[in-house]
């Protein structure tokens, strides 16, 4: 750790990688055997130079808005889009969703891609290092990209993997079945894709009118019949959590765990660190609930694929740390 970290906020920092230790064991042990699976979330793609949720609305919003006030004239048309997007831009993400769905009509998957893939990625050491984990059982991906499957192309480990985004599943001996619960939209639209994203408020609402959904099955039995670790989401999606009530419910639990951030700024004084250790204290119990471990992390970009490279070096037999 850098010298200039406070000596309070080192001794924090000193618990929780004690707290992170065996869980990581844990998880080697479970990748060892073959039954750990990841559950991304949309900080996969961010970390690849994706937008994020709020940044794709956004850039929908504004195309969905388009056109839509050139009666008022050239001048005060973008005035008008702009108070509008004020309007919606902090709203619930699902409901900004369904309004920009209706407005793009039949444009919509189109504009997502679009928005989507409008900027440079690059492949981030996080998912080179989930790339290079051989024994895992699945991955969940809640994000609708070709991330995963283009760069496991380009490092040419492609047929490792099964791209799942519909049912009837077909598994394919030997494959790591690569889970899109909210839908695939890749790059090319030559490509089988999706006929619909999760996105908007609808879309949840259809889910859920559905019953029993095929993505309800994959969850649920990943979540009960292996270790999972999400990573890249903060495990507050209702949907997620709605999931893994249902999964201890119906099996044994098993053991997941989440790459998360504390809740507050390291500490730097005794007031702060009383504050830091109750929120993160309390952090843990909300999730712990649910069946979920927190193991603690500080940058995404460093502290993640060190996880991953202990993992695979423990679970593979090459080394301890």
């Not at 895992?136 to 760069?151: G, R, V």
Request: charged share 25%; net charge neutral.
């Amino acid at each position: 750790m850098a010298e200039h970290v406070h000596p309070l906020a080192q001794k924090e920092i000193a618990k929780e990688e004690g707290w992170n230790a065996p869980r990581i064991h844990a998880l080697a042990e479970a990748y060892r055997t073959g039954r750990l699976s990841l559950v991304l979330g949309a900080g996969i793609s961010k970390g690849c130079g994706l937008p994020e949720w709020s940044e794709l609305n956004r850039t929908l919003l504004r195309r969905a808005l388009e056109g839509l006030y050139e009666a008022v004239g050239p001048d005060e048309a973008p005035l008008h889009a702009r108070d509008i997007e004020a309007t919606l831009k902090d709203r619930v993400r699902p409901m900004v969703g369904r309004y920009v769905k209706a407005k793009l009509g039949g444009r919509y998957l189109d504009e997502v891609r679009t928005a989507l893939y409008e900027g440079p990625v690059r492949l981030s050491q996080t998912v080179r290092w989930i790339l290079t984990l051989e024994r895992l059982q699945a991955i969940l991906t809640l994000n609708f990209d070709d991330l995963l499957e283009t760069f496991a192309a380009r490092l040419e480990v492609g047929g490792r993997y099964q791209t799942v985004f519909a049912a009837p599943i077909h598994p394919r001996s030997g494959r790591i079945p690569i889970y899109h619960t909210h839908g695939y939209l890749p790059r090319d639209p030559r490509e089988p894709h999706s006929e619909g994203l999760i996105l908007s408020e609808d879309d949840y609402h259809g889910l859920l009118h559905q019953g029993y959904h095929w993505t309800d099955h994959v969850a649920i039995q990943l979540l009960a019949r292996s270790t999972c670790l999400f990573i890249g989401t903060s495990g507050e999606d209702p949907n997620l959590r709605r999931l893994l009530d249902l999964a201890r419910r119906l099996a044994s639990p098993v053991g997941h765990y989440l790459l998360l951030k504390p809740p507050a700024v390291l500490p730097r004084d005794a007031r702060s660190a009383i504050r830091y250790s109750a929120s993160r204290r309390a952090v843990w119990d909300a999730f712990e609930h649910l069946g979920l471990e927190v193991l603690w992390i500080h940058r995404y970009d460093r502290d993640i694929p060190r996880i991953l490279r202990t993992i695979a070096s423990i679970g593979e037999g090459t080394g301890t740390e």
